[in-house]
Nanobody, 126 residues
Framework: QVQLVESGGGLVQAGASLRLSCAPSGRTFSRYTMGWFRQAPGKEREFVAA????????DYLVSVKGRFTISRDNAKNTIYLQMDSLKPEDTAVYYC???????????????????WGQGTQVTVSS
């Protein structure tokens, strides 16, 4: 398993932007599919975005498409989630995760990812 560490969360007003970062601890992750999930209080963990090992393929939750952008810099061993036009409903703990494969034909689930970070809180006020 890969140890992952997220950063960049915070409290912002609706319409603002935040950029989350995720880096592995002690291991390169350049061959992994990387993803972001989120979990709001009282709700299940929800897929947000994923990117394949080269960055050539991405996938998004419909409600964030056009507002969020996932990217990776394998030279810096870091992935990012740029979140623009944030809404109060985006409030959640955001988790970085790593998978050994790229999926096609069905929706991503938490079970597709074997390594997780500890999460970073994102709070969007109205």
């Amino acid at each position: 398993q890969v140890q992952l560490v997220e950063s960049g969360g915070g409290l912002v007003q609706a319409g603002a932007s935040l950029r989350l970062s995720c880096a592995p601890s002690g291991r390169t992750f350049s061959r992994y599919t990387m993803g972001w999930f989120r979990q709001a209080p009282g709700k299940e963990r929800e897929f947000v975005a994923a990117i394949n090992w080269s960055g050539s393929s991405t996938d998004y939750l419909v409600s964030v498409k056009g507002r969020f952008t996932i990217s990776r810099d394998n030279a810096k061993n870091t992935i990012y989630l740029q979140m623009d036009s944030l809404k109060p409903e985006d409030t959640a703990v955001y988790y970085c995760a790593a998978s050994n494969y790229w999926l096609s034909g069905r929706a991503w689930s938490a079970a597709d990812f074997g390594s997780w970070g500890q999460g970073t809180q994102v709070t969007v006020s109205s």
